[in-house]
């Protein structure tokens, strides 16, 4: 089934750990996205990249680093976790960037992590 | 600042109508989005409105109105599967999207 995976489902982590969500799209989608979604706040966008080999900083991108390889694979990456970057994370694509944006974004099935 | 504003819950009826709400104050305006998402899953794409007026799509609608900054979501003949939260998205001049934190959609039989 075409669409997004996310990786891995649910992760507890320990404070300081370094950790990385990964994220793989076949809809051969140039933008990819990260975003938190917390208990009571809209969505926040953490990183961005409009095409394969550039990336951009969202509203929220303290602590966190992306990089985009290639069109498919948008790995998501906590350098050193804090209990505030507890969250469900959403990877999402869509067909344009955010630049002149009008398509949906499709959603994968979002990463439960826990910092302690 | 930025904001859009929804309410934080509704509760309505197996059958009936209801109406969401979304009233928004973003830094230009280049479309409003609205998008469901069902407990513990990925939000998925409704509805896109960019100029005023009402665009319908089976049991479900979406109007907008620019000059008052506001949009609503009908949502008509509900099911119980339309439990969920709705979420309302602007994008603004900068083509950022300002998300709204959802409407949590309550449907008692």
């Known amino acids: 089934i075409a669409g997004i995976t996310q990786a891995p489902t649910s992760q507890i982590l320990a404070a300081g750990r370094r950790m990385t969500l990964r994220c793989t799209q076949d809809m051969r989608h140039n933008a990819m996205y990260w975003y938190r979604q917390d208990l009571g706040l809209g969505l926040r966008l953490i990183h961005y990249?409009?095409?394969?080999?550039?990336?951009g900083k969202g509203e929220v991108p303290d602590g966190y680093s992306v990089s985009r390889a290639n069109t498919d694979d948008f790995p998501l990456t906590l350098a050193s976790a804090v209990p505030s970057q507890t969250s469900v994370y959403f990877c999402?694509?869509?067909?344009?960037?955010?630049?002149?944006?009008?398509?949906?974004?499709?959603f994968g099935e979002g990463s439960r992590l826990t910092v302690l | 600042g930025q904001n859009i504003d929804q309410p934080t819950e509704m509760t309505a009826t197996e059958g009936a109508i209801v109406q969401i709400n979304c009233t928004y104050q973003?830094?230009?305006?280049?479309?409003l989005f609205w998008y469901q998402q069902h407990a513990g899953e990925a939000p998925t794409f409704l509805s896109y409105n960019v100029l005023d007026g009402l665009e319908e799509k089976g049991r479900f609608s979406s109007f907008l109105s620019r000059s008052k900054g506001y949009s609503y979501l009908l949502l008509k003949e509900l099911q119980m599967k339309d439990s969920a939260s709705y979420l309302c998205a602007v994008l603004n001049s900068n083509y950022q999207l300002i998300w709204g934190a959802g409407t949590k959609l309550i449907i008692k039989p």
């Open positions: 999402a694509s869509s067909d344009s960037g955010l630049q002149g944006d009008t398509g949906e974004l499709f």
């Open positions: 990249s409009n095409t394969a080999g550039t990336t």
């Open positions: 973003t830094s230009g305006f280049n479309g």
